[in-house]
């Protein structure tokens, strides 16, 4: 997933973790190789890289803005930061390909991130070219979002997994051992020399009969030590049946929801919490039911089993009851996107049917339990204007002012392949830059999320809404995001990036905030690791394990 760029990045791999212990199953041997850590950090940002980002961290923290000269210094600074990752990408082809050689691997298979697929196809590429015969698979959520332009560009690869990945890789691999034809694997993309096939789609409809996710060091290496934040991200659900018009979601795991069993939800956090000296948990379901939510916080007070989690849910059914229940089971934090306060176009440009009156009912909630409120606002969004910009303004101070345990996670409309908005541009306000959607999908495949650069200087993607350009979206977003910031409301963060906050022993939630982004944004490996040591530590110690 490119270079850890914020806490969550830091976290174990639960789909690769899942896909593992498939494999194991299926008796295919499997090794995890996960480099989003802080060793790659530390081998990328070099130390004058690090004194240099050190310097100007004051002013972009501060609230500064940054003159030419140090805009021109930044530039600089990201140009080597640049030349590092590829002498880093070198390596890495390098002790791969003598782990090839001497282990006789026939495939090898790469989870793709929006925002650093190119990396990971120059690895893929540079592998092929010295072992012709290497199979090469990919899968991850960039898949579902870009599908057939992948195979476009990087024609070398193998077969793409889209949709779910454990019915496919195992029958990949037999594949890639001689056995089997790619005609008859569900959920795959790959050439047939002529035209893209996208074969069937077979769907996972009994989640209790998957295989434990497997964290083992000995098959995931980059859980030896502290190089990642034990936080696992728990598969309790799958499939969304809300349609929000702008979510890429359902192309992944659809809009049925499939949900584990209350029973296979505690055995499989009680064997986790056991195995891995783990507490803390992000249930990864995008829409759980709160009817599961209360079933599992039942069980989980009734067998003391004592962990912290935060969940996703649209908040529907959620009353101060529920909330209560699953905060004395370790609720830490539930997340509900807003999206806009404007009852018109939340409804007809956002597709989100809440109402806002609930909303503020599931916020009192959570505030008379001292649950963590984390939401999310799109501005601007399709038709947004001064007055939706106030009226979003007012909504969040109304319910979150004076209120420290919240977060709002504020972006500009994103126009991702394959959603509602993506297919009817002109009712939404959208307009692209390129001649086609295809060329659109193709430029957007290889856009680069920069870590160093403010977001105003990032490079323009090519698409334009209510007539402004990216970069005038991003100042919009900016505005919003400010104007909260000045009533005491944390912007841009999600609560994955500041669960561990207390853990660490800080008392307010913002200053945890602006010292983990100087971290990332310096490269400040020391710190982060230190982090990572001591709420690992701080888990396996508790005496609740």
Same mark, same amino acid.
């Given at each position: ?10 976290? $174990? ?41 050190? =310097? ?10 940054? +003159?030419?000269? @140090?805009?021109? &210094? ?32 026939? !495939? ?61 890789? $195992? /029958? *990949? ?10 005609? %008859? ?13 996208? +074969? ?7 989640? #209790? ?6 964290? #083992?060091?000995? /098959? ?5 030590? #502290?190089?990642?934040?034990?936080? /696992? ?34 055995? @499989? ?33 009734? &067998? ?26 370790? *609720? ?24 806002? #009156? ?9 505030? %008379? ?30 319910? /979150?002012?004076?209120? &420290? +345990? ?5 972006? $500009? ?44 200087? !990032?490079? &323009? ?24 910031? =000045? ?44 982090? +990572? ?5 701080? %888990? ?6």
């Amino acid at each position: 997933a490119g270079v850890p760029h914020e806490m969550s990045s830091l976290f $174990p791999d639960n789909g690769l973790a899942a896909l593992a212990g498939v494999l194991q199953e299926a008796n295919q041997m499997v090794r995890i190789l996960d480099f989003s850590t802080t060793e790659t950090i530390d081998k990328i940002y070099r130390a004058n890289i690090r004194k240099a980002l050190r =310097a100007l961290a004051p002013k972009i923290f501060g609230g500064g803005r940054l +003159n030419e000269l @140090e805009i021109g &210094e930044l530039r600089k600074i990201d140009l080597e930061i640049q030349v590092s990752e590829s002498a880093f990408i070198h390596h890495t082809i390098d002790a791969l390909n003598n782990d090839i050689v001497k282990n006789r691997v026939i !495939w090898v298979g790469f989870k793709l991130w929006m925002g650093s697929i190119r990396q990971s196809m120059e690895i893929a590429a540079a592998l092929k070219k010295l072992n012709p015969g290497l199979k090469i698979f990919g899968g991850g959520p960039s898949i579902d979002i870009f599908q057939q332009a992948i195979l476009k560009k990087y024609p070398f690869v193998d077969a793409l997994v889209f949709a779910e990945g454990e019915k496919a890789l $195992p /029958l *990949l691999i037999e594949w890639a051992e001689g056995k089997g034809d790619l005609s %008859q694997i569900p959920n795959i993309l790959y050439s047939n020399g002529r035209d893209i096939v996208k +074969n069937r789609i077979e769907r996972i409809q009994e989640l #209790d009969r998957q295989p434990f996710p497997i964290y #083992d060091p000995l /098959l995931y290496p980059a859980m030896a030590g #502290d190089r990642k934040m034990k936080i /696992l991200c728990f598969d309790d659900s799958r499939g969304c049946p809300m349609g929000c018009a702008f979510c890429p979601g359902t192309n992944k795991f659809g809009t049925t929801r499939i949900e584990k069993s209350p029973d296979r939800c505690i055995a @499989e956090l009680s064997y986790l919490k056991k195995k891995y000296d783990v507490r803390y948990f992000r249930f990864s379901g995008s829409n759980t039911s709160v009817k599961l939510l209360n079933e599992i916080a039942e069980k989980l007070i009734a &067998e003391k089993l004592d962990i912290i989690f935060a969940v996703f849910s649209s908040a529907t059914g959620l009353s101060a009851e529920s909330v209560k229940k699953m905060a004395t089971a370790g *609720l830490y934090s539930i997340f509900v996107g807003i999206e806009s306060a404007n009852r018109f176009q939340r409804k007809n440009y956002l597709g989100k049917t809440l109402s806002l #009156d609930r909303l503020k009912k599931v916020f009192e909630a959570c505030k %008379q339990s001292d649950v963590f409120i984390s939401t999310s606002m799109i501005y601007p969004a399709p038709f947004s204007n001064q007055q939706i910009l106030e009226e979003n303004i007012n909504f969040l101070v109304d319910s /979150l002012k004076g209120y &420290e +345990n919240c977060s709002v996670a504020v972006y $500009p409309a994103g126009l991702y392949p394959y959603t509602k908005w993506f297919d009817n541009l002109e009712s939404f306000g959208f307009s692209i830059e390129c001649p086609t959607k295809e060329a659109y999908i193709e430029q957007a495949l290889d856009y680069g999320y920069n870590i160093v650069l403010p977001r105003y200087l !990032w490079k &323009e993607l090519p698409y334009t809404l209510n007539g402004k350009s990216f970069k005038e979206l991003l100042m919009e977003t900016n505005t919003l995001a400010e104007a909260l910031k =000045a009533h005491g409301i944390l912007p841009y963060l999600v609560e994955a990036n500041l669960m561990m906050a207390p853990v660490l022993g800080y008392k307010h939630y913002k200053e945890f905030a602006i010292e983990s982004s100087i971290a990332f944004f310096s490269g400040d490996v020391e710190r982060l690791e230190t982090w +990572n040591r001591d709420f690992n530590q701080a %888990q396996m110690y508790s005496g609740l394990s």
